[in-house]
């Protein structure tokens, strides 16, 4: 074999070895992870907007609830209208200042609803209305389908965190300039957790007492008028 074809066979399998070796520490995979956390909040931030595209709906409901519901509600619109105005861009998920004020206005906004649907079940006649009753099962799935998104953003930032502070990944990590992501973090506790907005059966009845423990009756009082003989007739009375 010539000295040409040795070279160029060195060269290959340099050049594999190379594509191997930067394989295995991220320079694909840190990226693909990525766009992958990128591709979840994505799916937050509809599912947010979702649920604010429901509250004029609400608004159109709660016409015929009392002063302090509409006081409520708006409440509710104000913080509809802070809670769309936050944006959180892709370029955004490394900053937790950002991060924080988009859920601080969203745990703003999800509390107000919350409070007006408590109050809104003191009316029977709104909550027999049928478009009540629909806006109110929507924004229950809304809510559900907010919590499986934060769900899924945060599994995907952690696989994305964790390829880029563990050898070998960060080496690619550090060649690409990636930085690390926030994870979606409520900011009350138990927050993430979807609310049920079906407010549930009333209080039920107390309890009656439980009924007092049979009594044995005393035993009856003996005769004062004579004692039975032991052949079974009576005894005459002892007069006085």
Request: glycine share 4%; charged share 20%.
């Amino acid at each position: 074999m010539s000295a040409n074809k040795l070279s160029r066979h060195a060269r290959l399998a340099m050049a594999a070895l190379s594509a191997l070796l930067l394989s295995a520490c991220g320079i694909n995979s840190v990226p693909t992870a990525q766009e992958a956390a990128k591709a979840r909040w994505a799916d937050v931030q509809a599912a947010f907007q979702e649920r604010a595209n429901l509250i004029p709906n609400l608004a159109e409901v709660a016409k015929s609830a009392a002063e302090q519901e509409r006081a409520i509600l708006t409440d509710v619109i104000e913080a509809r209208s802070k809670a769309t105005s936050i944006q959180i861009s892709a370029d955004d998920l490394g900053d937790p200042a950002k991060m924080a004020q988009f859920q601080q206005a969203q745990e703003q906004l999800g509390s107000g609803l919350g409070r007006l649907l408590a109050n809104f079940e003191r009316y029977p006649d709104l909550k027999s209305i049928t478009n009540y009753q629909m806006l109110q099962s929507q924004l229950e799935g809304q809510e559900n389908r907010i919590r499986i998104s934060i769900r899924d953003y945060n599994e995907a930032v952690r696989d994305y965190n964790t390829r880029v502070r563990t050898f070998p990944e960060m080496i690619g990590a550090m060649i690409r300039g990636a930085e690390t992501m926030v994870p979606y973090q409520a900011v009350t506790a138990g927050a993430e957790v979807a609310p049920t907005l079906d407010m549930g059966p009333e209080q039920a009845a107390p309890a009656a007492p439980a009924p007092a423990a049979n009594v044995p009756a005393p035993p009856p009082a003996a005769a004062n008028d004579g004692a039975a003989s032991p052949d079974g007739s009576a005894s005459p009375a002892i007069a006085n």
